[in-house]
């Protein structure tokens, strides 16, 4: 029932929102934010636990799903296609899937999150492999369309991991890993693109980006896979050469040319003075890492 649900009960701090003048409503909403972390922080194992499961999919060549409806589904998608320029993985890698497809990114379509089966067959669409890791989202806990991607998913011996907003969520008992992010009461009542929506989005950084770095997609900091498809993003390639080199412009430069625009390649060659050739076979020998490499 929803009344039972954290996610739609009514927020002491705001039930005059209404009479609140524009500064107290964002001191308000800000305040509730500030929650959001510390809550996070008690889900850290789980998400640990996530994160292995990635890693685990991704040197076995499988994919990082993430399913969900309207908001979560959103997230998901979010999430997925900021890993393609920034890690330089295939947009296969990591998928994004929404209740409704591509319609519902922009537009509100109404009871395909009410159906199972329709969660399945969106997992069977994209041909779904015991490699694979299956992200559930949904901020109630309680969304059919997720649990039956699930169901799906565990059947297929793929990783299941369940995010949700509310703790004993329905779609945990779905998933090996379960995530709970008890955020409580919105400020907008049953707002969950709020609170829950920012925590969800929260986890879903920290599970591809740790995931990434695991499979050697960063050396330090710095994003040595990121895919340089405009001149904004040459240009930060070459200052990753620098910062990681610690060579000036024109030499980061250079080193960028001469590994035709591959920013790992370029700092093998420059740290250890090599040719390209001899860069190359290094990373493939270090799987991919930078630092192994060197």
């Not at 069977?124 to 015991?130: P, R």
């Not at 030499?251 to 250890?272: C, P």
């Amino acid at each position: 029932m929803l009344e039972n649900l954290s996610t739609e009960k009514r927020n002491n701090n705001t039930m005059k929102m209404d009479e609140m003048s524009v500064l107290e409503i964002l001191k308000t909403m800000n305040q509730e934010d500030k929650s959001v972390p510390g809550i996070i922080e008690k889900e850290l194992a789980s998400i640990e636990e996530a994160v292995e499961k990635v890693i685990h999919s991704f040197k076995a060549k499988g994919r990082l799903i993430y399913i969900g409806a309207g908001t979560s589904g959103r997230l998901g998608i979010l999430d997925a296609v900021e890993c393609v320029p920034t890690f330089g993985v295939s947009p296969n890698q990591v998928v994004g899937i929404i209740a409704g497809g591509a319609e519902a990114i922009k537009t509100a379509i109404e009871g395909v999150e009410d159906s199972r089966q329709f969660g399945m067959d969106d997992l069977k669409a994209v041909s779904l492999t015991k490699n694979d890791t299956v992200v559930g989202i949904a901020a109630s806990g309680r969304t059919p369309y997720v649990i039956g991607a699930l169901q799906y998913a565990k059947q297929m011996g793929a990783g299941t991991v369940a995010v949700s907003c509310n703790t004993q969520s329905e779609i945990s008992e779905f998933a090996d890993t379960a995530i709970e992010i008890e955020t409580g009461a919105e400020v907008l009542t049953g707002s969950t693109r709020l609170k829950a929506g920012t925590a969800q989005k929260l986890v879903l950084n920290m599970i591809s980006t740790a995931a990434m770095i695991g499979v050697g997609k960063v050396y330090g900091n710095l994003m040595v896979d990121v895919q340089a498809t405009n001149a904004k993003l040459i240009e930060r390639s070459k200052r990753i050469i620098m910062d990681a080199t610690q060579v000036d412009y024109d030499a980061a430069e250079h080193f960028y040319e001469k590994a035709d625009g591959h920013v790992k390649t370029a700092i093998v060659m420059s740290l250890l003075d090599c040719t390209k050739e001899q860069a190359i076979e290094k990373l493939e020998i270090a799987g991919g890492f930078v630092r192994k490499a060197l």
